[in-house]
């Protein structure tokens, strides 16, 4: 049996600093990750298209504006159709029905914030552990009536 030792390939797409310092201080705790941080989606997919590793997920602050954020989760599937990676959004204030807009615009999670910086490691983590992209398999947990 061998062991895969090369790194998971992670992609943050956010334009908030404080999110993703607290991303990235949870990826940093979590052995065999390396990540790629960027501020719009269009930066992520030219960079995921120089890539020959694919990312294993990318995770995205989904922010203030749900239009665009609805916009750029369909842009960031309709240009990575060759890569099956997971898409999951990180979200403040969302009511139920952004919850499953975001779903059922090509999001394959949700990760309901603020969060507790352990149970955001534990998402990540379990995140990683799955190597098969499954759309809407979140948990009921990260949402918030």
């Known amino acids: 049996m061998k062991i895969n030792t090369e790194p998971h390939e992670i992609v943050f797409i956010g334009n908030d600093i404080e999110v993703s310092v607290v991303f990235k201080n949870a990826l940093s705790n979590l052995r065999q990750v390396s990540a790629a941080y960027f501020f719009d989606a269009t930066a992520a997919c030219d960079y ?3 890539q020959e590793r694919r990312p294993k997920a990318i995770y995205m602050n989904a922010g203030k504006n749900k239009e ?3 916009i750029e ?3 960031l599937r309709k240009s990575l159709t060759d890569c099956d990676c997971k898409l999951v959004m990180l979200d403040s204030n969302s009511t139920l029905t952004d919850t499953f807009g975001i ?3 090509g999001a394959d999670d ?3 914030k603020p969060y507790d910086y352990r149970n955001l490691r534990r998402a990540l983590s379990r995140g990683l552990e799955s190597s098969v992209r499954t759309q809407s398999q979140f948990s009921t947990l990260n949402l918030q009536f």
């Open 73 to 75: 989760i369909g842009a």
């Open 68 to 70: 665009q954020c609805f």
């Open 103 to 105: 779903l059922s615009m």
């Open 110 to 112: 949700f990760i309901h």
């Open 48 to 50: 995921i298209s120089r």
